[in-house]
T-cell receptor
Framework: DAGVIQSPRHEVTEMGQEVTLRCKPI?????LFWYRQTMMRGLELLIY????????DSGMPEDRFSAKMPNASFSTLKIQPSEPRDSAVYFC?????????????FGPGTRLTVL | LAKTTQPISMDSYEGQEVNITCSHN???????ITWYQQFPSQGPRFIIQ???TKVTNEVASLFIPADRKSSTLSLPRVSLSDTAVYYC?????????FGKGTKLSVIP
């Protein structure tokens, strides 16, 4: 199994540009999560999906952020327009709930720099 | 979601046993206690999970007292490669909240 795949690994863009981050979850996993990590705020949950349906997007910082999951094997996180304060590492994670135990498999992350 | 509190940082020499304690006073009845490890420039990685008493795997041991208000991650004989940030979570309802974690530095 290749694990969770994220692309690009690094993204540098200018303020005001649209940014799209991509994620392929582990096959068979029915939950997908997007996180953002910064030194100041640590690791924050932005949104999560179950069976391709967004369940909780209360962590999405503002309307400039949007996430979609058109099918079980692909999700995107879009920032439009991007701002310097969006600079962070964005992680995608997936899991398949088994009984009451819950843990996630994380991708390698996308390091976003907005100039 | 269970709010967790753990030390911001710890130092240890190679070969020592390291114990990282996490408090989770308001953990829910159906929450599991889960620990993750994160190396620089990588995503967090699951290392161990438990509900009560003691759990051991090839990486670590997890001790959870009867009241479940705290837990202790034990890493036996740490090496330089164990330098990482360790997160404690009280996980339930398919949501996970990560705090700042404990930065463990292993010294030669």
């Amino acid at each position: 199994d290749a694990g969770v795949i994220q692309s690009p690994r690094h993204e540098v863009t200018e303020m005001g540009q649209e940014v799209t981050l991509r994620c392929k979850p582990i096959s068979g996993h029915d939950y997908l999560f997007w996180y953002r990590q910064t030194m100041m705020r640590g690791l924050e949950l932005l949104i999560y999906f179950n069976n391709n349906v967004p369940i909780d997007d209360s962590g999405m910082p503002e309307d400039r952020f949007s996430a979609k999951m058109p099918n079980a094997s692909f999700s995107t996180l879009k920032i439009q327009p991007s701002e310097p304060r969006d600079s962070a590492v964005y992680f995608c994670a997936s899991n398949n709930i088994a009984g009451g135990s819950v843990w996630q498999f994380f991708g390698p992350g996308t390091r976003l720099t907005v100039l | 979601l269970a709010k967790t509190t753990q030390p911001i940082s710890m130092d240890s020499y190679e070969g020592q046993e390291v114990n990282i304690t996490c408090s989770h006073n308001n953990i829910a009845t159906n929450d599991y206690i889960t620990w993750y490890q994160q190396f620089p420039s990588q995503g967090p990685r699951f290392i161990i999970q438990g509900y009560k008493t003691k759990v051991t795997n090839e990486v670590a041991s997890l001790f959870i007292p009867a009241d479940r208000k705290s837990s202790t991650l034990s890493l036996p004989r740490v090496s330089l490669s164990d330098t990482a940030v360790y997160y404690c979570l009280g996980a339930g309802s398919y949501q996970l909240t990560f705090g700042k974690g404990t930065k463990l530095s292993v010294i030669p």
